[in-house]
């Protein structure tokens, strides 16, 4: 659901970049990264967000210890006046203080309303996410907005008079909680850029093909539901135990309750929202159309703007400029709401990367390391070794295959410095995060591996033999009340009331999936064969366990995306496409499989039946899919010479498609040489080596020194964050930061009150005034469809860079 970012608020699980999504509100599989010491606050926010291995106290104990919970605390519903004086010390008390947790099972989720709105919602979403995908700073729909508007819209049918049948059909009484639970999953679900229109983009714009509709069509619905299937285990282990709280969704069970428990409080935030997101949508003109220069305000550009060197490190209001440091934003396209969400000690180890980031990309570009001064300082394409642009068709052969001797007549492709850079780290981040799991959540996830013992397989053989358990539909153990971990949980025992989704329907959204990928694999010529197919679905399964137990206990995840995407290029050499259809059942199955547990532990906090949760994930992922497509298409084929651009403009931007592309033929076409032990990138998949080594340290060093508390560095975050700004806009970060201390540290420690009462709301208007201005502005003026309406040329709106600084033209 909502989603902050795994790596920080910038990066989209599952494409090909690092770092894709601004500082703003990826989603879904984005979460908050990193942990907080909760200090007696009535948080029902994100802000409740701790140590994987600390308890909610700060202490160094083993995380969440279990206890036999007969009589949980007192419940403090959100209603009650909040105090300073809130105590929350266990994940059970955090739970049952913070959320109400009672429930009324006569609440029907299946209504017209809830299916028209849900649609219509899915529609809009999935219209904007695409929108957002391409421009020069990705962002996410936010799910808070998504929750406001479908309430008002809920609330617009009670207007209907109820005098016969029809009429009561449209309008079944008062809009209840789980309609808009079931509402929201089905939207925010939809409301992404599925990573299958990344590859649909790539094919079009740089392989000069473009599948039939109708296959394009089935691979997104197989690669977007495939994840789904991977979960009919997993959802016991990581959705049910008290321990992983899946901080994420905490706040929009909050904003649910306080909008159909306590009707008071939420019409104080929708006047809140209201006053706040119109306000904004009137001021997102200004940056957007009027007055671009307040997108990033750069002194010293302005003081010196013929300098390279101030272009590169101070320049950024423009995608690819430069690093943005200490450029001042005004746009909240680029700064959004993160940095209301994310605690303190995350935003803290995300300065350190940033700051690393700075230094590191600046020194190697000055340094001239892999001949950085021949290419462009920050770009996502390939060039030849003159830094010229590369040809990628002069290299393919048959079937789009890298033919070897075409590679050496023209030459291997190389990446800007900075690309380079961002590969290795992130990589390096991939193995950190595992290690970081594997180190300190062993015991909580050792037993999803059950399964693959061989004393289970035989047994699950020896079931096969026997009549009985043919009736896989009658066979289903998913109506057992006692799972380990949920003892003493009230929402648990609530949610009892309901039957379970069978694992059946898992497993048959598995094989579905699997049986439709296979066929559009070999329908559209991708040269993927059936036995790695295989592998990269194995792969996500297997990943998604350690991304599963990060999100639901610290609320951060990864995205596996480069190291699926070297898996591949060795498992199947020479087949760009190949490897892109690899990575996209390998790395997408992750960050689908990801959103959906945290729906499911979102709906277990609503109280909303299981079967109502697994129906809207499948309807708004169908929906989702097929309006992504559509958009897709349509800005291709209307933006196609800017998306091809090293340097595009501050509207649209074809960054996302080129890191994908490149990455498809280095890896895929060329892996080997570009690579490999004498390859001039052999660094790259060396990060994920080194991954393996720096947690252990401040692992080690806390078992030693414990008063040090070298628990609270997170290697993940701090890595990825050393490669954040080798793509986009880069002038939010100041901002962005300054916000993000000033909510965090000030507000939540001295005025707790406000914070806890109007952070989301504030929150959720920013994103929904930006949301709103994008998509009117991306149709009336920006070319959306097909015609261009730009504001006259004026100081504030310059030729060239936005913020002044030399225009470099790629260089």
């Known amino acids: 659901m909502e989603a902050v970012d795994p790596s920080g608020p910038r990066h989209r699980a599952g494409t090909g970049s690092p770092r894709n999504g601004g500082p703003g509100d990826a989603d879904r599989t984005n979460a908050t990264s990193g942990f907080e010491k909760i200090e007696n606050v009535p948080v029902y926010s994100q802000s409740a967000i701790i140590p994987a291995h600390s308890t909610l106290d700060g202490s160094s104990n083993p995380p969440y210890e279990e206890k036999e919970v007969h009589n949980p605390d007192p419940i403090v519903p959100e209603s009650a006046e909040i105090t300073k004086d809130i105590h929350l010390d266990t994940a059970l008390q955090l739970v049952t203080k913070t959320l109400d947790i009672t429930d009324d099972p006569t609440e029907n989720p299946y209504t017209l309303r809830a299916f028209v709105i849900g649609l219509g919602l899915s529609a809009f979403g999935a219209v904007l996410a695409e929108i957002f995908y391409f421009r020069p700073q990705t962002i996410g729909v936010s799910t808070t907005f998504l929750v406001i508007l479908s309430f008002c819209l809920g609330e617009l049918t009670l207007l209907i008079p109820r005098v016969n049948g029809f009429t009561r059909f449209l309008n079944p009484g008062p809009f209840n909680q789980k309609e808009h639970v079931f509402i929201v999953i089905m939207a925010s679900t939809a409301a992404t850029c599925a990573l299958g229109t990344e590859q649909l983009a790539a094919q079009a714009l740089y392989f000069n093909e473009e599948p039939n509709p109708a296959s394009a069509i089935f691979m997104l619905f197989s690669s977007q539901c495939i994840g789904y299937g991977l979960l009919s285990v997993m959802r016991r282990a990581f959705v049910y135990p008290t321990k992983f709280l899946w901080p994420t969704a905490l706040p929009l069970a909050a904003i649910f309750q306080s909008m159909h428990l306590h009707k008071d409080l939420a019409k104080k935030r929708l006047h809140i929202f209201w006053f706040a997101c119109l306000g ?57 709401s993160t940095p209301l969400f994310l605690p303190l000690n995350t935003l803290v180890n995300q300065l350190i990367g940033y700051i690393g980031c700075v230094i590191l990309t600046v ?43 075409l590679l050496k ?117 991708t040269g993927l064969p059936w036995w790695a197919f295989f592998i990269a679905v194995g792969l996500g399964w297997l990943l998604t366990i350690f991304s599963a137990a990060m999100s ?131 660094m790259v998949p060396m990060g994920l080596l080194f991954g393996l080594f720096v947690p252990l340290p401040f692992w080690i060093g806390h078992r030693f020194w414990p008063q040090l508390r070298l628990d609270y560095i997170n290697t993940f975050i701090i890595a990825t964050w050393l490669g954040w700004l080798s793509v986009g806009i880069n002038s939010s970060l100041l901002v962005y930061f300054l916000v993000g201390f000033l909510v965090q540290f000030y507000l939540r420690k001295y005025h707790p009150v406000p914070f806890a009462k109007w952070n989301l709301t504030v929150a959720a208007a920013i994103s929904g005034g930006v949301a709103i201005v994008s998509f009117i502005l991306t149709f009336a003026v920006f070319g959306g469809a097909g015609n261009e309406h730009r504001f006259p040329h004026w100081w504030g709106n310059p030729h060239g860079n936005a913020d002044h600084c030399k225009y470099m033209n790629g260089q």
């Open 280 to 336: 904004i949508a009137v001021w997102e003109l200004v940056p957007q159309y009027f007055f671009p220069t307040t997108i990033g305000i750069s002194v010293f550009c302005l003081a010196n703007p013929n300098s390279e060197l101030f272009t590169y490190l101070f320049g950024g209001a423009n995608g690819n400029e430069g690093m943005g440091f200490l450029s001042w934003c005004m746009d909240l396209t680029y700064i959004t």
């Open 363 to 405: 020194s190697a570009y000055y340094a001239n390391l892999w001949n950085a001064q021949t290419f462009p300082f920050l770009a996502q394409t390939l060039f030849q070794a003159n830094g010229s642009d590369y040809d990628q068709l002069q290299i393919l052969g048959k079937n789009n295959e890298v033919d070897p001797e």
């Open 409 to 525: 007549a023209y030459g291997l492709p190389w990446f800007a410095t900075s690309q380079a850079l961002s590969l290795m780290v992130f990589n390096i981040g991939i193995t950190a995060a595992i290690v970081h799991v594997l180190i300190w959540e062993w015991d909580d996830i050792k037993f999803v591996f059950d399964p693959l013992r061989p004393a289970q397989l035989m047994r699950r053989l020896r079931n096969l033999l026997h009549p009985d358990t043919w009736k896989f539909w009658r066979n289903d153990n998913d109506h057992v009340d006692t799972y380990p971990g949920t003892a003493g949980d009230p929402h648990f025992a609530a949610m009892r009331a309901y039957p379970e989704a069978p694992t059946w329907w898992y497993n048959a959204t598995l094989i579905i999936s699997v049986v439709i990928g296979l066929i559009c694999c070999y329908q559209q010529e």
């Open 552 to 682: 639901g206990i610290v609320g951060f995840a990864f995205a596996p995306t480069t190291a699926i995407q070297m898996i591949g290029g060795y498992l199947v050499p020479r087949r760009p496409v190949a490897n892109m259809m690899f990575t996209l059942y390998g790395s997408n199955s992750v960050a689908q499989a990801i959103g959906m547990l945290g729906d499911l532990k979102l709906a277990q906090y609503a109280k909303l039946p299981p079967r109502a949760t697994f129906a809207s994930q499948i309807i708004g992922t169908c929906v989702g899919a097929i309006f992504n497509w559509v958009m897709m298409n349509s800005i291709v084929a209307n933006q196609r010479e800017v998306l091809l651009q090293v340097e595009p403009t501050n509207q649209w931007s074809g960054q996302n498609v080129q890191t994908y592309n490149a990455q498809a033929i280095t890896w895929g076409g060329a892996g080997n040489e570009i690579f490999g032990r004498n390859g001039v990138y052999w």
